[in-house]
């Protein structure tokens, strides 16, 4: 067994479950509900990037996400690309 599989085992106590797909299996087709007196209270913390809303026109975001789709990415995916790739055009522009 390896050191992902180990931790994995270690997680699942309730389901008794040896892979994220057993686990994943198992609570598709539990309750929590049943099985809240089994659990106890943890601590964690989640490090995750802060992400920014833009507003963009509804006619704009039609055309953007058709053309993600011909491109076989989501748009927001399109928007990082283009915009990265402008940015990286432009010239620096330094603050007054």
């Known amino acids: 067994m390896n050191e ?9 106590t309730l389901s008794k479950a040896r892979t994220l797909e057993e686990v994943g299996e198992f ?7 049943d099985y809240w007196d089994q659990t106890h209270e943890v601590e964690f913390e989640v490090r995750a990037q802060r992400t920014r809303r833009i507003t963009v026109d509804p006619q704009v975001y039609a055309e953007l996400e058709l053309q993600a789709r011909v491109r076989g990415v989501l748009p927001e995916t399109l928007v990082n690309l283009w915009l990265a790739e402008r940015l990286h055009n432009e010239p620096a522009v330094k603050p007054d």
């Open 4 to 12: 992902n599989e180990n931790r994995d085992a270690q997680l699942t």
């Open 27 to 33: 609570w598709d087709a539990h309750s929590l509900a």
